[in-house]
């Protein structure tokens, strides 16, 4: 590539890359573009996303911290910076970054899921719960927020009445857009923490006609129910113990 290539030409080629998943072709025009335009803080924050995306964390934060260094209103390099810290293993950073991202945009949903996932990491499940209410309340449409806010929600301390009924009308409202196997997986786990093991054991029976292999999480949710169910009605859970034993 020409290095007087103009800027804008290398920032087409540059996005052109990243949509298709190019990002190792994409980089080395990230380092000409930030050459062209020292003082350019977009510029620097997608130099920054591609090393990250690469796994290159330490210099990622470096050039996300000189995007904010030319300007520190810009927001997604805060949030850029944050999972950069995170992938460094510097968590308390990570959160601190969060936070400024969250104070800069705070009506972007990711913002709200990224921050609950750090201190959810840091065993603060309370002020994840209520980052992801917001997260929830935000776009409630999108099965990347739902799904994360509703486990935690409705697993969280076994969920909260409150939390529960939110959990039951988003799904409700969202039911014919998302895809039938998440409709049944969150409805599951909102009717285990509600106690209806019936009802929980009948959605997982609905998703595995779907989709034959679930997550970890929804397997354990599915030996629990089926163990009270069986000690509710017989009074002997043996069989069902069993299992969660070798679970």
Same mark, same amino acid.
């Given at each position: 590539?020409?290095?007087?290539?103009?800027?804008?030409? !290398?920032?087409?080629?540059?996005?052109?890359?990243?949509? #298709?998943?190019?990002?190792? +072709?994409?980089?080395?025009? &990230?380092? =000409?573009?930030? $050459?062209?335009?020292? %003082?350019?803080?977009?510029a620097?924050?997608n130099?920054? @996303?591609?090393?990250?995306h !690469? @796994?290159?964390?330490?210099?990622?934060?470096?050039?996300?911290?000189?995007?904010?260094?030319l %300007?520190?209103?810009?927001?997604?390099a805060?949030?850029g910076?944050?999972?950069?810290? +995170?992938?460094?293993?510097?968590?308390?950073?990570?959160?601190?970054?969060?936070?400024?991202?969250?104070?800069?945009r705070?009506?972007?949903?990711?913002?709200?899921t990224?921050?609950?996932?750090?201190?959810?990491?840091?065993?603060?499940?309370?002020?994840?719960? &209520?980052d992801?209410?917001?997260?929830? @309340?935000?776009?409630?449409?999108?099965?990347?927020? &739902?799904?994360?806010?509703?486990?935690t929600?409705? *697993?969280?301390?076994? $969920?909260?009445?409150?939390?529960?009924?939110?959990?039951?009308?988003?799904?409700?409202? =969202?039911?014919?857009?998302?895809?039938?196997?998440?409709?049944?997986? *969150?409805?599951? /786990?909102?009717? +285990?923490?509600?106690? =209806? +093991?019936?009802?929980?054991?009948? #959605? /997982?029976?609905? !998703?595995?006609?779907?989709?034959?292999?679930?997550?970890?999480?929804? =397997?354990? /949710?599915?030996?629990?129910?089926?163990?009270?169910?069986?000690?509710?009605?017989?009074?002997? &859970?043996?069989?069902?113990? @069993?299992?969660?034993?070798?679970?």
């Amino acid at each position: 590539e020409s290095e007087c290539e103009p800027s804008s030409i !290398l920032l087409a080629k540059i996005a052109a890359y990243r949509m #298709s998943g190019r990002h190792q +072709f994409a980089l080395p025009l &990230a380092e =000409q573009a930030v $050459g062209q335009l020292p %003082d350019d803080s977009d510029a620097w924050r997608n130099l920054a @996303g591609l090393r990250l995306h !690469l @796994g290159r964390n330490e210099t990622a934060r470096k050039a996300f911290r000189q995007a904010i260094k030319l %300007d520190a209103t810009n927001g997604l390099a805060w949030q850029g910076l944050a999972w950069a810290d +995170f992938h460094c293993d510097e968590l308390s950073a990570a959160i601190e970054s969060a936070n400024q991202a969250i104070k800069l945009r705070p009506m972007d949903e990711i913002v709200w899921t990224t921050h609950a996932k750090f201190v959810a990491a840091k065993g603060d499940y309370r002020a994840a719960a &209520a980052d992801y209410r917001r997260a929830l @309340g935000l776009r409630p449409d999108s099965p990347h927020v &739902a799904y994360p806010a509703i486990v935690t929600l409705a *697993l969280w301390d076994r $969920g909260s009445q409150c939390d529960l009924d939110l959990c039951r009308q988003t799904i409700a409202q =969202q039911s014919r857009h998302w895809p039938p196997a998440l409709v049944h997986e *969150l409805s599951a /786990i909102v009717c +285990f923490s509600a106690d =209806q +093991f019936d009802e929980a054991i009948a #959605s /997982i029976e609905r !998703l595995r006609e779907i989709r034959p292999r679930v997550s970890p999480t929804t =397997q354990l /949710i599915e030996l629990l129910a089926r163990w009270q169910h069986a000690y509710s009605t017989t009074g002997e &859970a043996n069989s069902e113990h @069993g299992r969660l034993q070798s679970w």
